[in-house]
């Protein structure tokens, strides 16, 4: 039970320094956080398309893990836990509603650009 809770602690410490390194907005965009650090990558030989493929498909991997994870614990399967269950459809469903965001505001931009005059 206390490996459990360490563990959400950690999350939870997670969630709230990227919540904080959010709120800092424009002030800090050309420093990379350091939590951050180790899931960066140099982009340079990346077109934005691709870019966003991966980030697509990296959200529907964690979306299916939840799905096997759920339907694991379902059938019975001893090495799932409900907690993990509940953490990893709560990753899925957060990393959803910033792609939906990350969609709208790129919708939004898009229609910008349209609207400017040549």
Known sequence: MMIERTDINSVL???????ADAQQGVSNAG???????DMTRPV???GFG??????????????????????????GDPRVELTQVM????????????MTQVRNRLVT?????MKMPI
Request: glycine share 0%; no cysteine.
């Open 44 to 46: 340079e030989n990346e």
């Open 87 to 98: 953490i990893q459809l709560q990753k899925a469903s957060v990393s959803f509603q910033a």
């Open 50 to 75: 691709e870019l966003l493929k991966n980030a697509i498909d990296k959200v529907n991997d964690t979306q299916m893990e939840a799905s096997r994870m759920a339907t694991a614990f379902e059938q």
């Open 31 to 37: 420093k990379p956080s350091p939590l951050l650090a």
């Open 13 to 19: 410490m997670q969630m709230r320094a990227l919540k």
């Open 109 to 113: 931009a898009y229609e910008d650009v």
